[in-house]
Antibody, heavy 120, light 106 residues
Framework: QVQLVESGGGVVQPGRSLRLSCAAS????????MHWVRQAPGKGLEWVAV????????NYADSVKGRFTISRDNSKNTLYLQMNSLRAEDTAVHYC?????????????WGQGTPVTVAS | EIVMTQSPATLSVSPGERATLSCRAS??????LAWYQQKPGQAPRLLIY???TRATAIPARFSGSGSGTEFTLTISSLQSEDFGLYYC????????FGQGTKVEIK
């Protein structure tokens, strides 16, 4: 079955960096665009970043552009999010999300999320 | 950015009753609209895509309608497992979510 397992979250000071990972299994990872979506405590969902199935293109929300980098290693079935210059407002559960391979660009499967807390 | 607005913020419903959730887009998104359900401590789950198509294994009591800027999610007869948060999402122009509707037990 489809599994997305995030890791790498934790507590970090403002201005520092963190790298999240998402291990995918149960499907052909290299065929799917992948996303990161986050949810601040008690808040709604915010799209963060997307990467194409082959890693050739990426796009970001304005709130993280220039600070975050999404990447993937299809040989390892793993998605990454490098987060630099972290701010208090980046505190959130970060979800690894699969976009459908065709027929639209909605999200058909979500990982359980990894929490990131930015605090001094 | 397309802004998605959901109403009401909270909906109190008795088990067995119908629940109607609304979602409005700040500009037309065609039928590129999805609904997700989220329970406390869990990841969101896809319910509806294409405004009206149920995702795999989603019960028939969930139905979606609308196009353009006005959308509705209807739960025909609420079951205990249906209480939680519901989000709409447009995927016509990047991706944005509504702020959510909480469906609680009356």
């Amino acid at each position: 079955q489809v599994q997305l397992v995030e890791s790498g979250g934790g507590v970090v000071q403002p201005g520092r960096s963190l790298r999240l990972s998402c291990a995918a299994s149960g499907f052909s990872f290299s065929s799917y665009p992948m996303h990161w979506v986050r949810q601040a405590p008690g808040k709604g969902l915010e799209w963060v970043a997307v990467i194409s199935f082959d890693g050739s293109s990426q796009n970001y929300a304005d709130s993280v552009k220039g600070r975050f980098t999404i990447s993937r290693d299809n040989s390892k079935n793993t998605l990454y999010l490098q987060m630099n210059s972290l701010r208090a407002e980046d505190t959130a559960v970060h979800y690894c999300v699969r976009e459908v391979a065709y027929g639209g660009s909605y999200f058909d499967f979500w990982g359980q999320g990894t929490p990131v807390t930015v605090a001094s | 950015e397309i802004v998605m607005t959901q109403s009401p913020a909270t909906l109190s419903v008795s088990p067995g009753e119908r629940a109607t959730l609304s979602c409005r887009a700040s500009q037309s998104v065609g039928s590129n609209l999805a609904w997700y359900q989220q329970k406390p401590g869990q990841a969101p789950r896809l319910l509806i895509y294409g405004a009206s198509t149920r995702a795999t294994a989603i019960p028939a009591r969930f139905s979606g309608s609308g196009s353009g800027t006005e959308f509705t999610l209807t739960i025909s007869s609420l079951q205990s497992e249906d209480f939680g948060l519901y989000y709409c999402q447009q995927y016509n122009n990047w991706w944005t979510f509504g702020q959510g509707t909480k469906v609680e037990i009356k």
